[in-house]
């Protein structure tokens, strides 16, 4: 008898959006529309957002349906540490790094991680968002077996930034 329990997820899986309790919904919406980019894609009336890149029907759900006016959970408890926004390009990610910077909005991180390069920051309610991009899998560090190697070295913002500037002259 086959053991179906233990057959891997489909290898084409994706999440496809993220919803997040909010204290101040016209306050979240700023932060994702003004300094992220994103659009409002629809409202539930004053109690929800949804927003998106490309017209999508939403890649991030904004809420206050249990969160009005609450707090973030403290440091020590469980929740989520971070949702990541996969961008196109290095390109993008440079422009969504001048984009922080216009609104002088802090990074609390940067890394390259050898099969990505990230930033990470905190939106107004505290919760934690990567901005990263993929490099492509053939360039990805392997080891003696194939296997993945993941590793976190400082990112040269700055480097990205001058190349994203020297192209963009181009």
Do not use: C
Not at 56 to 68: C, P, R
Not at 125 to 138: K, M, S
């Amino acid at each position: 008898m086959d053991d179906k329990r233990n057959i891997p997820i489909a290898a084409e899986t994706r999440i496809g959006h993220v919803h997040l309790k909010v204290s101040d919904l016209e306050r979240a919406v700023r932060f994702y529309t003004e300094v992220l980019g994103f659009e409002v894609t629809a409202r539930m009336g004053q109690s929800a957002a949804f927003l998106s890149a490309g017209g999508y029907h939403h890649h991030i759900g904004l809420n206050i349906w249990e969160s009005e006016g609450g707090s973030p959970p403290p440091r020590g408890s469980t929740g989520l540490y971070h949702f990541a926004i996969l961008l196109p390009s290095r390109r993008e990610l440079a422009r969504a790094i001048l984009r922080l910077q216009e609104h002088n909005w802090p990074l609390e991180g940067a890394a390259d991680h050898g099969v990505s390069e990230a930033v990470y920051l905190r939106d107004p309610d505290n919760n934690g968002i990567e901005l990263y991009v993929d490099r492509p899998r053939d360039e990805w560090p392997r080891g003696p077996e194939g296997e993945t190697i993941l590793f976190t070295h400082p990112l040269d913002i700055e480097g990205l930034i001058a190349e994203y500037r020297e192209k963009d002259k181009q």
